[in-house]
Structure formats: C-alpha cells, structure tokens
Nanobody, 119 residues
Framework: QVQLVESGGGLVQAGGSLRLSCEAS????????MGWFRQAPGTEREFVAV????????TYADSVKGRFAISRDNAQNTVYLEMNSLKPEDTAVYYCAAQLINGRKYDYWGQGTQVTVSL
C-alpha cells in the first residue's frame, strides 16, 4: 500500500508564499511522475504542476507559471510545491498524486491540504 501525505497548507495574505510537501510512504514503487492538483469549492479539480521523477522535468498550468515551482527529493521520497505571489484565486484544497505509467491515470492520491489566500 502507498500513502501520500500532504502538508504545509494554511492561511496567507495575497502576495505571500507557502511551501507544500507531499511524502510518499508504504511500499516501494516506481513512478513516472508526481503532480499537484487543486480543487476550489464548486469547481472541478484542476492540474497545477507535475514533475517527471526520472529527471525532475517540470510542467505547469498557465495559471501558476512563473509563480509556482515543483521539485522533488528522491531520497526523501517527497515532492514539493513552492507557491509565491499567491492570489485569492489560488485558494483551494491542494492534492498530490503519483502517476505510475506515462500517459495513464494517476494511481495514488493524498488527502489534500487547504490553502487559503486572503486579500
């Protein structure tokens, strides 16, 4: 069994920063990538960023490009999301997920961490 546990969410003022972490635990597993998604109340879950596990290559949603940075620590089995210049529209529950096979669905999901950005 694989568990993904997010942390680092909270309340921050617009323009501020937060760093989210997602640690994978349980059985050892090979993954193609790990990603971050978010879901605001009344909206669909949306893609935020993904990092290819083999070489750390990142991809971002246009809405966060230039403000967010995804990174990984292979030794700690952890993926991070550094969020800067936060806006109220970034308010959402943020989820991390692991994709085992390129192009396929994400196989494992965390429970989510709340990020709230106030004016």
């Amino acid at each position: 069994q694989v568990q993904l546990v997010e942390s680092g969410g909270g309340l921050v003022q617009a323009g501020g920063s937060l760093r989210l972490s997602c640690e994978a635990s349980g059985r050892t597993f090979n993954r193609h990538a790990m990603g971050w998604f978010r879901q605001a109340p009344g909206t669909e879950r949306e893609f935020v960023a993904v990092i290819r596990w083999s070489d750390g290559y990142p991809t971002y949603a246009d809405s966060v490009k230039g403000r967010f940075a995804i990174s990984r620590d292979n030794a700690q089995n952890t993926v991070y999301l550094e969020m800067n210049s936060l806006k109220p529209e970034d308010t959402a529950v943020y989820y991390c997920a692991a994709q085992l096979i390129n192009g396929r669905k994400y196989d494992y999901w965390g429970q989510g961490t709340q990020v709230t950005v106030s004016l």
